[in-house]
Nanobody, 124 residues
Framework: QVQLTESGGGLVQAGGSLRLSCAAP????????VGWFRQGPEREREFVAA????????TYTDAVKGRFTISRDNARNTVALQMNNLKPEDTATYYC?????????????????WGQGTLVTVSS
C-alpha cells in the first residue's frame, strides 16, 4: 500500500501563511491527480483543492479561492498547497490524496490513497 506523506502544518496567527507539502514514493504521482482535503473539529472531511496530472487544471473550494494555491513538481513527485491569509476557520487536519490514474474530481470517494494528515491551527 502506497503511503502519502504530508508536512508543513503548524500553528499560525490569522493572516499568516503556511505551505503544505505532499510526497509519494518513486513516480507514484505520475499520471495522477492529487487533492487536498481537510477535516476540522466536529466537521466532516471537505474538499479543498485538486490539481490534475499535468498541473494544467486546478480546482478550489470557494472558501479558499484567492488565498490558497495548489502546485506540483513532477520531477520531485511532490504537491504543495500554499495557504495565505489564513483564517481561524481554516483550522483543520489537512490530508492529501490521490485517485486512480487519469481520474479527477472533488468527491473524496474517488480517492483511494490518503496520507495521515497534518494539523493546521490558526489563532485569532
Amino acid at each position: 500500500q502506497v503511503q502519502l506523506t504530508e508536512s508543513g502544518g503548524g500553528l499560525v496567527q490569522a493572516g499568516g501563511s503556511l505551505r503544505l507539502s505532499c510526497a509519494a514514493p518513486g513516480v507514484f504521482f505520475s499520471g495522477r491527480a492529487v487533492g487536498w482535503f481537510r477535516q476540522g473539529p466536529e466537521r466532516e472531511r471537505e474538499f479543498v483543492a485538486a490539481i490534475d496530472w499535468d498541473g494544467d487544471l486546478k480546482t478550489y473550494t470557494d472558501a479558499v479561492k484567492g488565498r490558497f494555491t495548489i502546485s506540483r513538481d513532477n520531477a520531485r513527485n511532490t504537491v504543495a498547497l500554499q495557504m495565505n491569509n489564513l483564517k481561524p476557520e481554516d483550522t483543520a487536519t489537512y490530508y492529501c490524496a490521490a485517485p486512480p490514474p487519469k481520474t479527477y474530481g472533488q468527491m473524496p470517494e474517488i480517492y483511494d490513497y490518503w496520507g495521515q494528515g497534518t494539523l493546521v491551527t490558526v489563532s485569532s
